[in-house]
């Protein structure tokens, strides 16, 4: 079956970095796009940015994050990264990685990141 495992959040100082890990499996990883979500308690889930298959050609981001934040994806891996720099208290939430398969949406855990002094 389809599984998304999340990995690297933590608590930084804001000004500070964080490189976020999804591991896939159950599914042709390299067919799929990927995304990163996050979520604030009491909000929407908001979406962060998103990465085509066939090698990552095309990259999407969300006003909030263009030019701090970078996805990428290793398909030998079956892993999608979000390296987020610059980071800042409104960047606390839970990270998603989502992905969609015959019309159907998966989620993992999530993985939490505090930015905090």
């Known amino acids: 079956q389809v599984r998304l495992v999340e990995s690297g959040g933590g608590l930084v100082q804001p000004g500070g970095s964080l490189r976020l890990s999804c591991t896939a499996s159950?599914?042709?990883?390299?067919?799929?796009?990927m995304y990163w979500y996050r979520q604030v308690p009491g909000k929407e889930r908001e979406q962060v940015a998103l990465?085509?298959?066939?090698?990552?050609?095309?990259?999407n981001y969300a006003d909030s994050v263009k030019g701090r934040f970078t996805i990428s994806r290793d398909n030998a891996k079956n892993t999608v990264y979000l390296q987020m720099h610059s980071l800042k208290p409104e960047d606390t939430a839970v990270y998603y990685c989502?992905?969609?398969?015959?019309?159907?949406?998966?989620w993992g855990q999530g993985t939490q990141v505090t930015v905090s002094s």
């Open positions: 990465i085509t298959n066939a090698g990552g050609a095309y990259t």
């Open positions: 159950g599914f042709p990883f390299r067919q799929n796009v």
């Open positions: 989502r992905t969609t398969r015959s019309g159907v949406e998966f």
